[in-house]
Nanobody, 114 residues
């Protein structure tokens, strides 16, 4: 049974930073491409960033240069460092495999005030 537990969200002013964490279980973590996704109110869920088991990364244009995805395979954990946050980054953030397999955690709310 796949379990994904996200944490680290919160309320922050524009220009601030947050670091999200996600601990995965029930999968062979090191061989999976992991991603961070987000869903804003009234919008579809979108992929924000992804990282291969070896550490290669890819970002959505909207977050490039501001967000950094990383992972520690020994801890089954993937991180998302978010800097220079903007109000449009407000969303529920989820981690998951890429391509997505339909497993979602509870997500973590990120709210950026202007």
């Amino acid at each position: 049974q796949v379990q994904l537990v996200e944490s680290g969200g919160g309320l922050v002013q524009a220009g601030g930073s947050l670091r999200l964490s996600c601990v995965a279980s029930g999968i062979i973590f090191s061989i999976n491409i992991m991603g961070w996704y987000r869903q804003a109110p009234g919008k579809q869920r979108e992929l924000v960033a992804r990282i291969t088991g070896g550490g290669s990364t890819n970002y959505a244009d909207s977050v490039k240069g501001r967000f950094t995805i990383s992972r520690v395979n020994a801890k089954n954990t993937v991180y998302l460092q978010m800097n220079s946050l903007k109000p449009e980054d407000t969303a529920v953030y989820y981690c998951g495999r890429y391509p997505h397999m339909g497993d979602w955690g509870q997500g973590t709310q990120v709210t950026v005030s202007s």
